[in-house]
């Protein structure tokens, strides 16, 4: 994008000479031919002269004057068809003709200018304004920005680099980031650099990318001090969360432990294994909170490995349920026996199902376990987890994948709310989606969409 009002392009100039040459003549002969004076004649040229100044500014109406200037001599000035000036009245006529059109040209060349800038300065303006809306709309500021710079003046490609130590560093980039075009620097302090590729960028242009390079940067300050707030907001609810759900089944082992070891308290067998069940369900509790908080952590931090295999639903399934103790045993299954396999990290996909099931058999009612199903749906099987439970409103659904958000929860031993979270983010590494939907009868069903091997995952 140019914005308008700059110079007047060459093409205009020569337009204004061309007409400064044959304007003049033409109208000089058209007054002869009719018969008007000096004076008639003289408001005729000046039209002329204005007329070139409108069209091709300064020097060519420069030349218009003089060349009105000769032309009402040679034709209208006794002696006539000669240069020379017989009277003295003629004389004083002819130069106020020269001053009049000298200072006209002046005038309108000055007025064209300021109408230029006035132009270029509120199409910078309207540049500015569009740019700055685009950006306030959007989730993400700084490259939402850079896009809007790239799509506005036409770049290959936009990159915001950051002074790190003694180098520099992309913080981001839009566009196609290979070697093409021209490439532009404009720097927004010590610390930051907008480099653009693309098509050369007229002065005014550059204006305009010089204040949004200073944008920019105050962008990226924004995002950074967003990241640390919700790292702070993270931290703060997983200390909340930890300080509690972490002490709970520990309290419960430590009190165990203490028990069996008391020498002052005798217990029956019955006794003892009791103790030493709860000290087993209070260890496997704190277990599966620790390998929550640790994939959590790790996928947070994209450090989670994956190995992708072909595997059978009826096989991992078992698993699953196992890990979730005599609960797990009375969870019903009913997957067809032509369900395809899947293709997914076997570690990673028990995790899954694990917290589904879980998350399932926390709100399930007495009397009433979840149900597991399956179909095959195009290139996906959809593992289906359904319990009957007291169901959240549709308008929350999204809330439940939130790490440490537990919606509804009924007792003080259900976990860090990480469960969910880490369900779908592991269903997504492993090329899943995870999905809520409504239980017919009150409820909610969660759906595990994982692909079938050699074959994509299917939109929707």
Known sequence: MSAPG????????????????????????????????LTGSIPLLLAAVVGVALVGGLWPALVAAVGGVLLLNYFFVPP????????????????????????VSWVVDLAARR????????????????????????????????????????????TLLERVGNDWQPAATVGDIEP???????????????????????????????????QSAVA????????????????????????????TPLASAKAAVAGLRSPEVEFDPEDRDELLATAEESIDRLAGLVANLLDMSR?????????????????VLPRALD?????????????????????????????????LVGNALRYSPAGRPPEIGGAACGNLVELRVVDHGPGIPADKWEQVFLPFQRLGDRHSHDGVG???????????????????????????????????PGKGVAAG
């Not at 994209?302 to 992708?308: D, N």
């Not at 990290?345 to 694990?354: F, I, K, N, T, W």
């Not at 990480?418 to 017919?440: C, D, I, K, Y």
């Open 6 to 37: 700059g110079p007047l392009s060459r093409r205009r100039q020569l337009a204004g000479f061309g007409l400064a040459v044959a304007g003049p003549p033409l109208l000089a002969l058209v007054a002869h031919a009719t018969g008007l004076d």
């Open 418 to 452: 990480l469960g969910l979270a880490l369900a779908r983010g592991l269903a997504e590494a492993m090329g899943g989606t995870l999905r809520p939907a409504e239980t017919p009868g009150g409820g909610l069903t969660m759906i595990l969409a994982l692909p079938v």
């Open 220 to 247: 990226l300050r924004q995002q950074r001090l967003m990241v640390a707030a919700e790292g702070d907001r993270v931290r703060t609810a997983l200390l909340a969360a930890v300080g509690h759900d972490l002490r």
């Open 80 to 103: 006539l068809h000669t240069l020379a000036i017989a009277t003295r009245s003629d004389l004083v006529a002819v130069a106020m003709f020269v001053v009049v059109a000298l200072a």
């Open 299 to 315: 996928l947070q931090a994209g450090a989670l490995g994956i190995t992708p295999a072909d595997v059978g639903l009826e096989e």
């Open 180 to 214: 093409a075009g021209e490439q532009l620097r404009v720097t927004a302090g010590q610390s930051v650099t907008l480099v653009l590729r693309g098509p050369p960028l007229s002065p005014a242009d550059q204006r305009i990318v010089r204040a949004f390079a200073a």
């Open 323 to 355: 890990e979730l103790g005599a609960a797990g045993r009375t969870v019903a299954v009913r997957l067809p026996d032509d369900l395809p396999a899947v293709r997914a990290d076997p570690g990673l996909l028990d995790r899954v199902l694990v917290n």
């Open 115 to 158: 109408t230029r800038q006035a132009g270029r300065a509120a199409a910078e303006a309207h540049t500015l304004a569009t740019i700055a809306g685009a950006v306030l709309r959007s989730a993400d500021p700084l490259h939402a920005l850079l896009r809007q710079l790239r799509d506005t003046f036409g770049l290959t490609s936009v």
